[in-house]
């Protein structure tokens, strides 16, 4: 079972540039979710979707967007990017919204120059 | 001040020795407790869950949370050089955003520990 696979797995993007960071899953959970992971800052939530067809902001949704057409997709927009905005990205998913077990995916390493 | 501080290390320590990871917390809304290992370059994945005080053990690990103190811990025994890793303690609250609940997990920053052989 492959669980939640992103892509790419690192990107180089000019800034001003726009890019969508994909994740699949296959274990048709409900509830997706979108971090960022930085250094001394550990992992914080941009957006979430408790089912297909919901979104909501995390706690630093700024100069991101998400969708959520079907169960299994849930990708990651940056629609003109910033040097602010370098960063690993992990999509993760649970059974439910209130679920304990968060699956994470392997990561995307942006570097905005 | 954030809703929960963790020691980011480094911590080094010898093969076979106990290690004792911490985590405080200010939100006494937070209802479960969780440990994520992280290995280099790969995504977190659930070591051990808590949602009551006390003590859970399972293999060399044990987590033991203290609500009156808002603390929880990690204790790793007989560590071995394959626990290297970064360890992050997460919490779960039920959390209403605009009329929409959601599981929101709250993540420390991250305990980088090296076991050497």
């Known amino acids: 079972t492959a669980g939640i696979t992103q892509a790419p797995t690192s990107q180089i993007l000019a800034a001003g540039r726009s890019m969508t960071l994909r994740c699949t899953q296959d274990m048709r959970h409900n509830a997706m979710y979108w971090y960022r992971q930085d250094l001394g800052l550990g992992l914080r939530l941009i957006h979430y979707?408790?089912?297909?067809?919901?979104?909501g902001k995390g706690e630093v949704p700024d100069g991101y967007s998400v969708s959520r057409a079907n169960t299994d997709d849930f990708p990651l927009t940056l629609a003109s990017a910033v040097p602010s905005q370098t960063s690993v990205y992990f999509c993760?998913?649970?059974?439910?919204?209130?679920?304990?077990?968060?699956?994470f995916g392997q990561g995307t390493r942006l570097t905005v120059v | 001040q954030k809703e929960v501080e963790q020691d980011p290390g480094p911590l080094s320590v010898p093969e076979g020795a106990i290690v004792s990871l911490n985590c405080t917390y200010s939100?006494?809304?937070?209802?479960?407790f969780m440990w994520y290992r992280q290995y280099s370059r790969k995504g977190p994945e659930l070591l051990m869950y808590t949602y009551s005080s006390g003590n859970k053990e399972d293999g060399r690990f044990t987590a033991q949370v203290d609500k009156s103190s808002k603390y929880i811990s990690l204790f790793i025994r007989d560590s071995q050089p394959s626990d290297s890793a970064t360890y992050l303690c997460?919490?779960?609250?039920?959390?209403?955003?605009?009329?929409?609940?959601?599981?929101?997990?709250?993540f420390g920053q991250g305990t980088i520990l090296t076991v050497h052989p």
């Open positions: 939100n006494s809304a937070f209802q479960y």
């Open positions: 979707s408790n089912t297909a067809g919901t979104t």
């Open positions: 997460a919490m779960s609250l039920n959390l209403n955003a605009g009329g929409t609940s959601y599981g929101k997990l709250t």
């Open positions: 993760a998913s649970k059974q439910g919204a209130f679920g304990t077990e968060a699956f």
